[in-house]
């Protein structure tokens, strides 16, 4: 079935490849910094505020002066702390973050016209930017791989800053972090063992049947499981002790200051966007490429994870870390376990 | 009648919500009931609803709370306390202080200061009035021991300027010629309010 | 041609990455130099085409080197260097270099017997999960059995040992461990 699909398109180069990595560095870094203004205005609309209002039009361009002042802070490196460490650090977080969008669907794939307005697009054009960077056929393993590859970010930041807050906020970080990557991996076996691929595009063929044909509708518990396990991966609220303000400071991210801080950040939001695009491809249907709007229903799905992500966080209160180990071995882990042999069961029958 | 309604038989009307929160399990079997119950009960997305709910109230309902504050203010109570206004006499427009020196004197911080002179009329006039609002404490007695209802607070609390004079002068504080039609009169300290009807409950009788 | 550079790139990189874990005396550069290092030779299974191995050795060294992370962080102050105990220095020298030596010959052993070959090539049409799975659940099913087993006893052994004093509070005198309670007012 994807053969066929995969022999009408034209030959992914190099170059589109680079293309692509472009795009998703430039496109997501931006959503990143956008994120948190609309992240701003959601919370601020439900707790009945305005928001920012007052740089730009409705607080638009309150993402530029953010923006200014994180690359103008100073940036502070503690006299004790490891400091080699202490500066790759920020970069594990956002370098994985992206390194896992290379694997999956982001945008779709187009060809760069050969002229514009009659003039000759030098060097690009006429390449083929396909829509995931790296097609490789174990794209979901290859994504949780990286994910769990980000942990290093906070676990290194927290431990090399000499610092009591980091060393526990880093703590909490291989704490749940660990336990909730069984989970995530556990509520993904399902829907992979039905669709029988690790492929992204495999699992989009395979729900290409329209709403009725949704994975969601057959493994509701693995969507729910894989949401509670995505919502502690990327360090959202109910699950966010890494860095809860109430009691630890700010965990592992106490010292970091100016862009540092914000490379933290950015990977934070590629990989809250990440798991959108995860949740939306293997349960929510994924994009359809068979006509011009599919491309948008994905990116409204993603969009309705991303404000999801935000109405928790305006409406749900924190739990405590041992509850939080509580819910994933005790509760979610058995759950998913049971998922998965119920679902074999059905499957061999 | 019981205990609880007679207690309360003077009191407004109560809308209390008492909570019901269940027993405390006590065994393990109990303790996985009461998670299974609290998971199927659906309890939190009765939060994300009313979340929702405040949301589409706040952006459709106008029920917006954010005040802009530099640009919109909220009233204040005509009881405020604020920096003080000298108000004039309504009929000729001369300010009504008489220059006696009671507040001056009643001043608990010592930060009026005041210098008096005769005029031509052999009138008493005030050459010299500051209050130093470094040291003020905004207490009040200067307005009620005023025998003119010269000197009463006003309603300024924004009270940043580029030099501590700003204030204080005399000048300043005095009432406008040109706002004269405008000038609230003082009904003295301790007035009621003038909504103080509406802000009226019964009082508890019993405890 | 990319081939030969990345393979080159990554060889150098992990052999410079594990000699810091060994050399280093500072417990975080060994650490992460170690994590770095299990993370690129996943880099070689990309190459080869074993897409799948690879992911698999990311995300279980990734978690392995994190649990390691976590013993550190219990036993050590990561940000000072610490100082080794080395009783006798030739004895440690010779037995590890005894030990690389033999490891050496062991692997590099096929190399001089004959051109090493494929035992297992890819099928064509078939994904990487297919063939690894083809392979652990025909030829290998039995070590591959043993080896869930002693993973599993290795798990129960670990609930056992961590959870002797389970139902206990440490640090308070009551057996909610596991969620707040409201207590209700029982007059």
């Known amino acids: 079935m994807e053969t066929t699909l995969v022999e009408n398109l034209p030959e992914v180069t190099a170059l589109g490849v680079i293309i692509k990595a472009i795009i998703i560095l430039a496109v997501i870094s931006a959503l990143a910094g956008f994120g948190t203004y609309i992240e701003r205005k959601v919370l601020a609309f439900m707790q009945r505020r305005l928001g920012p209002m007052h740089v730009g039009p409705f607080g638009l361009l309150q993402i530029a002066a953010d923006g200014i002042k994180l690359f103008t802070k100073e940036d502070i490196v503690p006299q004790n702390a490891n400091k080699l460490i202490f500066k790759i650090a920020p970069a594990i977080t956002a370098a994985t973050a992206f390194i896992a969008l290379s694997s999956v669907p982001v945008f779709p794939d187009f060809t760069i016209p050969e002229m514009v307005f009659g003039v000759t697009i030098p060097l690009v054009g006429g390449v083929f930017v396909p829509s995931i960077a ?9 994504v949780l791989g990286m994910m769990a590859a980000g942990l290093y970010g906070p676990l290194l930041a927290g431990m090399s800053q000499a610092n009591k807050w980091g060393i526990i906020g880093s703590a909490r970080t291989a704490v749940q972090f660990l336990s909730y990557e069984v989970v995530t991996g ?10 029988g691929s690790l492929s992204f595009v495999d699992f989009n063929n395979a729900q290409a049947g329209g709403i009725g044909s949704w994975l969601i509708w057959q493994q509701p518990v693995a969507f729910v499981l894989f949401l509670i396990a995505g919502f502690a991966e990327t360090n959202r609220t109910p699950f966010d002790l890494l860095e809860h303000e109430a009691e630890v400071v700010s965990g592992y991210a106490t010292e ?18 990440t798991v959108a695009i995860i949740a939306s491809i293997v349960f929510l249907g994924g994009y359809d490429s068979s006509y011009e709007l599919g491309w948008l229903m994905i990116i409204l799905k993603i969009s309705f994870f991303f404000f999801l992500m935000l109405w928790v966080r305006a409406a749900w209160p924190h739990v405590r870390p041992d509850q939080l180990m509580w819910l994933c071995w005790k509760v979610l882990m058995p759950i998913a376990v049971i998922n998965i042999v119920v679902t074999g069961i059905v499957i061999m029958v | 009648m019981s205990l609880e309604q007679f207690k309360n038989r003077t009191v407004g009307t109560q809308v209390y919500k008492t909570l019901d929160l269940g027993e405390t399990p006590k065994s393990g079997m109990d303790r996985f009931k009461q998670v299974v119950k609290r998971t199927f009960s659906l309890e939190l997305f009765v939060g994300l609803w009313v979340t929702i709910r405040e949301m589409g109230n706040a952006l459709f309902g106008g029920n917006m709370h954010t005040v802009k504050y530099p640009f919109e203010k909220l009233p204040i109570s005509p009881r405020y306390r604020a920096i003080h206004d000298m108000l004039r006499l309504l009929e000729s427009g001369h300010y009504r202080c008489i220059g006696c020196g009671l ?7 010592n930060c009026i200061s005041m210098d008096t ?31 003119e209802l010269a000197i009463v607070h006003g309603g300024r609390y924004e009270n940043a300027s580029e030099q501590r004079a ?15 039609n405008l000038q609230q009169e003082y009904d003295g300290f301790g007035a009621v309010t003038p909504n103080a009807d509406e802000n009226i409950k019964k009082t508890p009788l019993a405890y | 041609m990319y081939e030969i550079v990345a393979f080159y790139l990554f060889s150098a990189l992990t052999i410079g990455l594990f000699s810091v874990t060994v050399m280093s005396s500072n417990l975080l550069y060994a650490m992460t130099s170690l994590a770095a290092g299990m993370v690129l030779i996943s880099g070689f299974f990309f190459l080869l085409g074993a897409d799948f191995l690879g ?11 994190m649990a390691l992370y976590s013993f550190a962080m219990m036993f050590f102050d990561a940000t000072r260097d610490i100082k080794e105990k080395n009783t006798n220095d030739a004895l440690v020298f010779l037995l590890g270099g005894m030990s690389a030596l033999m490891l050496v010959l062991m692997f590099s052993a096929p190399i001089f017997s004959e051109n090493v070959q494929a035992l297992y090539p890819m099928t064509e049409g078939v994904g990487n999960a297919q063939d690894v799975g083809m392979v652990l659940f025909t030829k290998y099913l039995i070590p591959f059995e043993v080896a869930a087993l002693m993973l599993l006893v290795a798990m129960i052994s670990g609930i056992i040992l961590a959870g002797k004093k389970m139902d206990s509070s440490l640090t308070e005198d009551m057996d909610a461990d596991d969620e707040i309670m409201i207590v209700k007012d029982e007059k």
């Open chain 2, 103 to 109: 507040c001056e004197k009643i001043c608990i911080s």
């Open chain 2, 166 to 180: 700003g204030f204080s002068i005399f000048e300043d504080m005095l009432t406008p010629i040109d706002k004269l």
């Open chain 3, 55 to 65: 992911a698999v050795q990311l995300i279980v060294y990734v978690g392995a080197v």
């Open chain 2, 117 to 147: 002179r005769y005029d031509e009329n052999q009138r008493k006039e005030v050459s010299e009035y500051t209050i130093n609002f470094g040291r003020c404490i905004f207490c009040g007695y200067c307005a009620e021991v005023c025998p």
């Open chain 1, 186 to 195: 556990l509520s993904i076996l399902a829907p992979i063992m039905i669709v």
């Open chain 1, 256 to 273: 970091y200051s100016g862009m540092r801080w914000g490379m933290f950040f950015i990977g934070e939001y590629a990989n809250m966007i």
């Open chain 1, 134 to 142: 790296s097609d490789i056929n174990i794209g979901i393993l290859f």
